[in-house]
């Protein structure tokens, strides 16, 4: 059984910046592919950032070059450095994970965390 433990969520003014972080534990096999989706209530879970064990990485459109998904050589922690952060970021943001990356990205993670709420106001 995989477990995802989250941290690193909370409030910032818009342009700060969060850090967030995922570790995982359990079945190897089924931490191949981490990322994070973010939800805001009422809407769909919308794809972040993902990374496999590899390096590979994808990310969503309006990332627009202000997050960076990284994954700690030979451990099954991932961290989204989150910079110039805007109001229309606020969401609970879930760490997943998956046995792959396709299954991943496509919204179908194995295992999901408890959530972390962002909230970017002034």
């Known amino acids: 059984q995989v477990q995802l433990n989250e941290s690193g969520g909370g409030l910032v003014q818009p342009g700060g910046s969060l850090r967030l972080s995922c570790t995982g534990s359990?079945?190897?096999?089924?931490?191949?592919?981490m990322g994070w989706y973010r939800q805001v209530p009422g809407q769909q879970r919308e794809l972040v950032a993902a990374?496999?064990?590899?390096?590979?990485?994808n990310y969503g459109d309006f990332v627009k070059g202000r997050f960076t998904i990284s994954r700690e050589k030979d451990k099954n922690t991932v961290h989204l450095q989150m910079n110039g952060l805007k109001p229309e970021d606020t969401a609970v943001y879930y760490c997943?994970?998956?046995?792959?990356?396709?299954?991943?990205?496509?919204?179908?993670?194995?295992?999901w965390g408890q959530g972390t709420q962002v909230t970017v106001s002034s």
């Open positions: 359990g079945n190897r096999h089924g931490l191949f592919a």
């Open positions: 997943t994970s998956a046995s792959t990356r396709t299954e991943l990205v496509n919204g179908g993670g194995e295992t």
């Open positions: 990374i496999t064990i590899s390096g590979y990485t």
